[in-house]
């Protein structure tokens, strides 16, 4: 059973990673796909969250990683996904992630199931936006995203202060 795991992991937080480890336990092929959101403005590029991804889930040997832009069923039907794997937090994300998939659905050449992951309570709070906002602003977010993706977090904020002068 080949499975997908679609998000922007701008950047790769340790509740994705939760997600991405409990996913692959459930199928023989997990993609983590990276997707363009086009409402949101990326600070890492396509190929450096490929990166971090492929660095972090290195000892899942089931786990690759997909880059893409479009529609999330435009992917699924051309990768021959079963599976789409979905993270909640809240409620909150209940309601959008139901309309997701009902519209989904519907533009799936073949029947696709569905599949939402509870986060766990620990990462349940936990945004990329707000581990950017908080590390940009000098906040402590080590024990919230992997400590690669934290080593990379913090040298690209060294190139930008060096860069800007800020």
Not at 93 to 102: C, K, L, R, S, V
Not at 106 to 125: D, G, H
Not at 147 to 153: A, D, G, Q, R, S
Request: glycine share 6%; with cysteine.
């Amino acid at each position: 059973m080949k499975a997908l795991y679609a998000g922007s992991f701008d950047p790769l937080t340790n509740g994705h990673l939760d997600i991405i480890t409990r996913a692959s336990k459930l199928c023989d092929e997990l993609v983590v796909g990276v997707i363009v959101n086009p409402s949101k403005k990326p600070m890492l590029s396509f190929e450096e969250r490929e990166k971090l991804i492929l660095e972090v889930t290195s000892e899942l040997p089931n786990v690759k990683v997909g880059v893409f832009n479009g529609l999330l069923a435009d992917y699924v039907n051309e990768g021959s996904f079963d599976i789409v794997i979905r993270g909640l937090r809240a409620t909150t994300d209940f309601e959008i992630e139901m309309q997701m998939a009902q519209m989904n659905a519907r533009l799936y050449a073949e029947k696709v199931e569905t599949v939402f992951l509870m986060t766990a309570p620990e990462y349940s709070f936990v945004s990329s936006s707000m581990i950017k906002e908080v590390h940009d602003l000098g906040g402590d977010v080590g024990d919230l995203v992997p400590k690669c993706v934290l080593e990379y977090l913090d040298n690209k904020k060294k190139e930008n202060k060096k860069k800007t002068g800020r």
